[in-house]
Structures are given as C-alpha cells and as structure tokens.
C-alpha cells in the first residue's frame, strides 16, 4: 500500500441505511453540488474545516491564544466567539487546546492503509450480517485516485462495496469506480437543468448521462431528496420515473427521501446561514401520492432509504 491520502469527514460504523447489513461509512470531503438543502454542508469543502459549536463554548479564550492566523476573535457585542473563515486554514489546533469540546475539526488524512485499518476491525459484523463498505461524502468521485485504490483492496478481501454518489464527475473517473462496486446509489435530484442549476449550483446534464451508462454496468438504487417547491411536482417525479423505467433491469429500486431540517445546527457550526429554513417536510399524504405515480410505471419504490 502506498501513502496516498485522502481527505475524510468521518469513519461512520454500525450503519443501517447505507447498504446491505451493518456496514462502515466512510464519509469523504469536498462535493461539486452546493445543494440548497444539504443536510451535511460540513462534507462540501474539499479543505478541512473547523466547527464550533456554541452551547459549549464558556468563552475562556484558549482558541484565540493558541490560533497563529488570528482567525478567532472574541466579538464584544455578541459575547462570543467568532471565526473568521477566510483566515481560518483548519489546522485544528484550536480544537486540540478547547477544554469542553466546543470545537471539533472536519477533515482528516488518512493513507489507504490507515483507513483499511480502520474499516476493517468491523469485518465480523460485514460477515456475519452480510454488510460491508460504503463510501460517501461529500462526493466520493472527486477523490477518485484514493477511494480506487482503497475499494480495491476491499474487494481483495471480499468486503460488500458500495458508494453514495451525486454523479457529477467525467466518465473517465467514474467508470473505474463503477468496477469496484457491488452496489452504487445515485442522487437523481431534478429532471430539469435549469431548477437543478438553480438549486444545486450545476447541471444535470453529465449526471444523467453518467446515470444512463452507469446502469449498463452496475446495480443501482436511484434517491430522490423531496423538497417542497422544488421537486416535488407531479410533473417531475412522473418523468423522474419514465428516466427510471428506460434505464433497464440494473435498477433496485427508486427511493423517495423526504426532506428534513435535521442538518440546520450544522449550518451553525460553520457559522454560515441556511437558506430555506422556511421549507417545511412533506406530508405523510404527499409522500404515498408520489410513491404512487413512480409505483404506476412498474418500478420498485420505497419512501425513505
């Protein structure tokens, strides 16, 4: 193995919603969606970051001693911390010196063989429960070199794979991925360039053309995230379901994500605004009515993941 490293979130065990069995999730930084709804905005920027969390914090001044970029202050008219991010580099030594936890860092290196490691002290709970690997993010396709050799040596020792992904990455990185994968989930968050430009700040022009190739390859579960006035029409989730159909017999499942605000404080902790906080969950009712229309055109549906 060689010292190749990736930058990642968080090493996630005992996971029930990410795949078959108990599985290890392996969450990776850096996405090229900026998604307004993102439930985990700390997985967006591919550099480490810090987070800080506000109730814990006592103000004692440790961080603002020990930062050498002079990024933490103390706001006299707030009576609290700040940071400021243009400054802040995420080395983390602020969160090393805080005495109550009010600080952690979003971000560590790891070498393939570190992270194998760490993944593997749960292989008698992928055996035994027939689960495994799941790689996620973030995007895990913007690490492509990394998360490839790593699945590659997974597989080499019969690990269950599979990866959480946006799709929104050339081909040429994509397809060796697709390789390593026993199982692959696709973000399929609106039929219509221009809602998805305006929601997630791109195209969804590569990533339907990924979705169609993808599925010559590889077993896929298709996720739609339902958020209210963006798209969940009638409309949409109907051609959401006629792309579904046309794509063959590698596709599981389609599966209706209703929208949540669990992810709001992490918005917090990176001191930055969430934007529709007004957006409120879809009905129980709305929900059955949209797995209808997908279940009308002969597909397998589940509302939740």
């Known amino acids: 193995m060689n010292g190749k490293k990736g930058l990642i979130h968080k090493v996630e065990r005992f996971s029930l919603h990410d795949g078959p069995g108990i599985r290890t999730l392996v969450i990776m930084k850096g996405c090229p969606l ?9 997985t967006q920027s591919p550099n480490p970051e810090i987070l800080y969390i506000k109730s814990k914090c006592t103000g ?29 580099i995420g080395c983390g030594k602020c969160v090393s010196v805080c005495l109550n936890a009010a600080r952690e860092l979003s971000g560590r290196s790891y070498t393939i063989q570190q992270l194998f490691q760490e993944v593997e002290k749960d292989a008698i709970f992928y055996r035994r429960s027939g689960g495994g690997i799941t790689i996620g993010g973030g995007e895990p396709t913007l690490q492509a070199e990394f998360v490839g050799e790593f699945l590659s040596i997974c597989q080499s020792h019969f690990f269950h794979t599979a990866m959480e992904t946006c799709a929104l990455t050339s081909w040429e990185k994509f397809a060796p991925l697709l390789d390593l994968l026993d199982l692959v989930y696709i ?78 404080h992490k918005y917090e902790e990176l001191e930055r605004t969430y ?17 209808d229309i997908v279940r009308s055109f ?8």
Request: with cysteine.
């Open 187 to 264: 973000d399929l968050k609106h039929m219509n360039d221009s809602y998805h430009i305006a929601w997630t700040g791109a195209s969804n022009r590569e990533i339907l053309k990924n979705i169609r190739k993808a599925a010559q390859k590889n077993q896929i579960i298709l996720r739609i995230p339902l958020i209210p006035g963006f798209n969940d029409s009638t409309e949409n989730i109907t051609e959401s379901a006629r792309f579904a159909k046309q794509l063959g017999k590698n596709i599981i499942r389609l599966e209706l994500l209703p929208y949540h605000q669990f992810g709001i």
């Open 60 to 88: 004692c001044g440790r961080c603002i001693e020990t930062c050498q970029q002079s990024a933490i202050t103390w706001d006299v008219n707030l009576s609290q911390v700040i940071t400021d991010r243009t400054l802040c």
């Open 298 to 305: 002969g597909i397998e549906v589940k509302i939740g993941g």
């Open 34 to 42: 900026k998604c307004s709804w993102c439930s985990s905005p700390y």
């Open 275 to 291: 934007t529709i906080e007004s957006i409120q969950p879809p009905s129980e009712d709305d929900m059955v009515n949209l797995q």
